[in-house]
């Protein structure tokens, strides 16, 4: 199985900071690492597909990068509402596995 | 509009079994991997397994491969997360998610139905 590994396991900013979430694939997953967000109490959403495909609705302040085994997301300008825990996902292959999580709370 | 509507929250006992449905709309059901996640109190989301409701081809995480039992009925539309005798571990948030066709992200999610295994 391929394992995700999420960096950090939380971290504290303050709104308008920048903030840089990391994912690492034990094996090449190509291009298929995705980023959810979950706020408590709710399921999680897709914000980015296919390492830097934003989806529909997502503001443009959230973008992805990577390739092979090292993937990034990145909040340009963090938000009130960006507060909630973010997990990477692989879709390469099965079984899917998920990253640990990263909390983003506000310092 | 697309939508995966899942079934109500359930307390049992150890030992009881259970089964959670989760029935999609808005779309053509036998045409998409449709699977679940578990979510523990307080964890992070894992991936438990996949099934296309067309052909009941499914694929499970070691992690649950022989503790849970995933099906779908695609003449209405609805998937199936099942146990044969649950354990207090078994608490925990579970949501169905459909796998968009290109990518294999999770484009949809259910609501989630909130499982609690106590004596």
């Known amino acids: 199985d391929i394992q995700m590994t999420q960096s950090p396991s939380s971290l504290s900013a303050s709104v308008g900071d920048r903030v840089t979430i990391t994912c690492r694939a034990s094996?090449?997953?190509?291009?298929?690492l995705n980023w959810y967000q979950q706020k408590p109490g709710k399921a999680p959403k897709v914000l980015i597909s296919s390492v830097s495909s934003l989806q529909g609705g997502v503001p443009s302040r959230f973008s992805g990068s990577g390739s092979g085994t090292d993937f990034t997301l990145t909040i340009s300008s963090l938000q009130p509402e960006d507060f909630a825990t973010y997990y990477c996902q692989q879709s390469s292959s099965t079984p899917r596995t998920f990253g640990g999580g990263t909390k983003v709370e506000i310092k | 509009e697309v939508q995966l509507v899942q079934s109500g929250a359930e307390v049992k006992k150890p030992g009881e079994s259970l089964k959670i449905s989760c029935k999609g709309s808005g779309y053509t059901f036998t045409n998409y991997w449709i699977g679940w996640v578990r979510q523990m109190p307080g964890k992070g989301l894992e991936w438990m397994g996949i099934i296309y409701p067309d052909d009941s081809d499914t694929r499970y995480s070691a992690s649950f491969e022989g503790q849970v039992t995933i099906s779908a009925d695609k003449s209405i539309s609805t998937a199936y997360l099942q146990w044969s005798s649950l354990k207090a571990s078994d608490t925990a948030m579970y949501f169905c998610a459909r796998e968009h066709g290109s990518g294999s992200y999770i484009d949809y999610w259910g609501q989630g139905t909130l499982v609690t295994v106590s004596s």
């Open positions: 094996q090449s997953i190509r291009g298929y």
